[in-house]
């Protein structure tokens, strides 16, 4: 009953029919940034800037564990060409086993709820400016029993690069819905979203601060975000970040959901060979997610 209650609490916290994964976050450094650091390459993240470069060839994979046993798990590969990069990845989100009843409330057979992304992105450097361009192609499939929809996104991103003063500036416009094809005809709307991001490597401190604001269209959403990322050593570093979501999620329920409410935390060891991550994230509403990154170049 409790997996339930969450399943039909993700299909309702937006107004429209929209798909869940549209706004869940794959990634556990997403998680520690509270949704925030849309400049910082994550390459399992859906949400991130479609003009993010890396320097490297990495694998990565990622486990989220949502309440009531939602899952999510993704893998992702990048292969970057001089001022290029090809990232390819799978994102899916399960919600998990039901038991089936028929219109006479006869129990029948047990039936799953997912769904599952395909991405393949692509982001290159302008020759004669410092800017660098992406976009990200994705195609989702959801199932619930017997019910399938199948919709073609599509992300683009733009990031000027500043590197006298070691700033990004970027502007994405993300899930844009091109094609939608549904056997049950099913009436989803697209919910795009525009961010604009600033990214900023601290001259006199061992920081890097990100700061994003973004726009979801369909139901004039409007928030903020902070996020930092501190280097403790060598190889150690701790993510924090936080959303204007604090205000409009807090219920007021307790003084600690008040503080942590809507606010992420991370520890993340880095080396040449790997990168492992570790983010949590608290609602505003109580309770709270958490999950792991892995990276590997070679």
Not at 230 to 247: D, E, P, V
Request: aromatic letters at 14%.
């Amino acid at each position: 009953m409790k997996k339930i209650f969450y399943f039909i609490l993700f299909f309702s916290l937006r107004a429209e029919t929209v798909s869940p994964s549209l706004f869940s976050w794959f990634s556990a450094s997403k998680l520690a940034q509270a949704g925030g650091g849309s400049l910082i390459i994550t390459p399992t993240s859906r949400s991130g800037n479609a003009a993010n470069s890396l320097l490297g060839r990495r694998f990565s994979t990622s486990f989220i564990l949502y309440p009531a046993g939602i899952q999510a798990q993704s893998v992702a590969l990048s292969i970057p060409k001089v001022d290029k990069l090809i990232t390819a990845g799978i994102n899916h989100l399960s919600y998990g086993t039901f038991q089936g009843f028929d219109e006479h409330a006869i129990p029948t057979n047990n039936y799953t709820a997912s769904d599952t992304w395909f991405r393949i992105g692509y982001s290159g450097l302008l020759k004669r400016f410092p800017i660098r361009y992406g976009i990200n192609n994705q195609l989702l499939s959801s199932s619930l029993e017997d019910y399938n929809l199948t919709q073609y996104y599509c992300s683009l991103g733009l990031i000027w690069e500043i590197k006298k003063y070691k700033i990004d500036i970027g502007f994405s416009t993300n899930d844009i819905l091109l094609i939608e094809n549904s056997i049950n005809n099913s009436d989803e709307n697209s919910s795009i979203k525009y961010n604009l991001g600033i990214y900023k490597q601290l001259a006199y401190l061992p920081l890097k601060i990100s700061i994003d604001y973004l726009i979801i269209n369909s139901s004039n959403i409007k928030d903020y975000f902070i996020s930092g990322i501190f280097s403790i050593s060598k190889n150690f570093t701790l993510s924090l970040g936080t959303s204007t979501r604090k205000y409009s999620q807090n219920i007021n329920q307790s003084v600690i959901n008040t503080i942590l409410g809507s606010s992420g935390v991370g520890i993340n060891y880095i080396n040449k060979e790997i990168a492992v991550s570790y983010g949590l994230y608290f609602y505003g509403t109580g309770g709270w997610t958490n999950g792991l990154d892995l990276s590997i170049n070679f």
